[in-house]
């Protein structure tokens, strides 16, 4: 089974969803004959830079374009799409980050391009070059030949240097919205001919965190797990080790109560039961948010401030186990004060 991120993968301009800003830039420039040298593509993981990367890089060498947008069925776009086109390169500069990497490159873009009209270098993650593969690649950005083009992705622009950055045209990626999600798991689902309820597509979407990548991910792991054609929210909690719907709204009753014991009795349950006790945090959150989304509450904005303290504190303890325990009973007894007082 091909995965379902790869075979639903975008391949035009018209297929690819939102980030219209992003699209508007490269399709004038595309259009116009006046694509910058080079590009620096930053934003969340998942949000299409590298499919974004490679669809450019097809239209730059397609002979069959019309517009800005490639043929998608000639030698060029084909061998684009299947990672073989001697003329676009892509480099993964998490694994490859230093400075022969990168003094390849530049020697590689003084000739001609080999089987295509442009070359395109595309460096995902380029934010973890070293600092000497960053000062190399400055110096090839200064002066490229004309028919090079570097698309520089990246999640974290803040560790890019500002004498790199000057140098680019930067293009900013945004999280999808939870319903842009949905309407994907739906049109894949169906495709796919699963049948998936409302409820899985809504966990689906709301784990995604804003990535059509991680949407897809998880919904082929689950395919994978249950080998059936039909998707609940029950199947969907078990092979992606969610936490229980019905043990986060005990959680959180229970804090909001002020029964501690209730709330250690469940921590201790998710922890022998093998699942993620940051998951019950998580998870706790997602239900608060979705609470205060349909009824805002002072409380329940309180009890999610120091639950996503309670997270901070858990990120780097050795017994996760222990400390979720302390602090939620703490937690509960702050709200069995603020119950009296109010009393």
Known sequence: MEALYRKYRPRSFSEFLNQNQAKIVLQNAIEKGKISHAYIFTGPRGTGKTSLARIV??????????????CNSCPSCEAIDKGTHMDV?????????????????????????LQGIH????????????????NALLKTLEEPPENVTFILATTDLQKVPPTVISRCQVIEFKNFSQNDISDLIRKVASLEHLRIDEKAVEILARRANGGMRDA????????RFSHEKTITSDTLQEALGLIPTG???????????????????????IYYEGKDIEGLIHSTLDHIE?????N????LVELGDRLISLLRELRYAE??????KMISARIASLFVKESATVE
């Open 57 to 70: 890089a097809k239209s730059l060498n397609c002979p069959n374009r019309s517009g800005y947008e490639a």
């Open 89 to 113: 390169i892509e480099l993964d500069a998490a694994s490859n980050r230093g400075i022969d990497e990168i003094r390849k490159i530049r020697d590689a873009i003084v000739f001609r391009p």
């Open 119 to 134: 070359k395109v270098y595309i460096v995902d993650e380029f934010h973890m070059l070293t600092r000497e593969a960053f």
């Open 216 to 223: 897809l991910a998880m919904l082929e792991q689950v395919v």
């Open 247 to 269: 043990v986060v709204t005990d959680y959180l009753t229970a804090l909001r109560s002020g029964r501690a014991k209730e709330a250690m009795d469940l921590i201790d349950r």
């Open 290 to 294: 979705a609470k205060i989304t349909e």
């Open 296 to 299: 805002f509450s002072e409380e």
């Open 319 to 324: 017994n996760k186990r222990v400390i979720c």
